[in-house]
């Protein structure tokens, strides 16, 4: 699994020119599923996401209090974008390769799982929200810091 974790001030997910999610403070994520990920990973990368402390202490004061508090410390909210990209192989040529890539019929369950465990980790399942899983997506955000973390199974 990899996850994209943007810390934003506002971001928003339009299809076919309707705005169907949109959030204010909070995390931007970026969503990759991987032919070897498990349901176990959800749970994992979920408390993760949730627990990481990328928010200052008091937002006049930067400098002296970055990181120390996560989403919930905040109330933040989170929208999130399935992203099957993120396991493009570019080694060789030109055309990415999406074989590391979950299929469709298995990654949709996965990360539907994966949501349910970041309102369950965030404790308010108003404050998550989702893309258009599999479509095409126009996203926009403002990322604050700028402050983007890479988790990936690989380094966990």
Known sequence: MRVIIQKVSQASV???N???S?????????????????????QRFAKKVCGMRLFEQDENDIFNNLWKKNIKDIDGEIL??????????????????????QKSEIANPLYDLFI?????ELGNEKKVFDGKFGGMMSCSLTNEGPCTIILDTEEQ
Do not use: W
């Open 14 to 16: 339009t299809v076919e």
């Open 18 to 20: 309707e705005v169907i």
């Open 22 to 42: 949109k959030i204010n403070r909070g995390y931007f994520l970026l969503v990759g599923i991987s032919t070897t990920d498990t349901e176990a990973e959800m």
């Open 80 to 101: 999130s974008v399935s992203q099957f990209t993120l396991y493009a192989k570019t080694k060789k040529g030109t055309k990415p390769d999406f074989h590391r890539s």
């Open 116 to 120: 349910c465990h970041l309102k369950k």
